[in-house]
């Protein structure tokens, strides 16, 4: 479904060239489960950036179901990100004054929809996340568990073909941290695809494989888990 070949990333610091993500390849097939574990600075956020069309490459090729999506301009990028990527960031980046359904709604403004469907998909999403209840609340009055399940259904309204979550758990205690991890396990079976990061294995180890970037490259992952469990 998705490959990356030879991708590059070179960032300009203090005037020097510094290398961010050096030939990167990776295959996903549809309805893989991929985390992404490595080190602070080790170039995580960026190549998820770069999946998620937010972030462009120095060099290298990006495919997404046999579309070249370099090549799309970008509008063209603006509207296969809208469309088929779903995203979910570790600080939420919610609309804070806005109720739940208004932030789960706001993909939908960029897409034809008409009233009926585009409420028959907002309370989809927000069961799926298990919100329901929380329609009409201002995300404000939510805690960080209840606004990262607001972030997903977000993430999920337009029934995206790529789910990425980067450190999705990151600013969540142990309890909202395991709710959000069965949402995307849950989200994996019903058939999303989904590259999530996380430094924490606990939370990488609910992909169905683990690939570590160190310093902008992927190393071996062969590093065992605690007490021997099998990846
Ligand atoms: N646009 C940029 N300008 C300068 N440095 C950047 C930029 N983007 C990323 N970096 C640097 O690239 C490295 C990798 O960053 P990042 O992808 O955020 O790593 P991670 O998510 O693994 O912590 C860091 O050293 C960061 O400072
Ligand atoms: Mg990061």
């Known amino acids: 479904m998705i490959e990356l070949r030879n991708l ?52 290298g090729e990006y495919w997404f179901e046999g579309t070249n999506v370099r090549k799309l301009s970008g509008s063209k990028q603006a ?28 993909p939908l403004l960029y897409t034809y929809c008409p009233r009926k469907e585009r409420k028959r998909r907002i309370e989809t999403a ?17 805690s960080g568990g209840q606004k990262q399940k607001v972030a997903i259904a977000r ?13 999705p758990s990151g600013n969540l205690d142990a309890e909202s941290k395991e709710d959000i991890l069965r949402i995307f396990t849950s989200l994996n079976r019903m058939g999303k695809t989904i590259v999530l990061v996380s430094h924490d294995r606990e939370v990488a180890e609910i992909g169905k494989r683990i690939l570590t970037l160190r310093n902008g490259e992927w190393t071996e992952t062969s590093d065992p888990a605690p007490m021997g469990v099998a990846l």
């Open 155 to 167: 993430s999920i309204i337009n029934d995206p073909d790529l789910l990425l979550a980067d450190e």
């Open 8 to 59: 590059s990333k070179v960032v300009q610091e203090a005037g020097r060239e510094l290398p961010v993500l050096r030939s990167v390849d990776l295959s996903i097939q549809a309805g893989d489960f991929v985390s992404i574990m490595g080190p602070s600075g080790s170039g995580k956020s960026t190549l998820m950036n770069i999946l998620g069309l937010l972030d462009e490459p120095t060099s």
């Open 79 to 106: 509207a296969f990100r809208n469309e088929r990527i779903g995203f979910v960031f570790q600080a939420f980046m919610l609309i804070p004054r806005l109720s739940v359904k208004d932030n789960v709604e706001v």
């Open 126 to 142: 927000l069961e799926q996340v298990g919100l329901l209840h929380k329609l009409n609340e201002p995300v404000v009055h939510l």
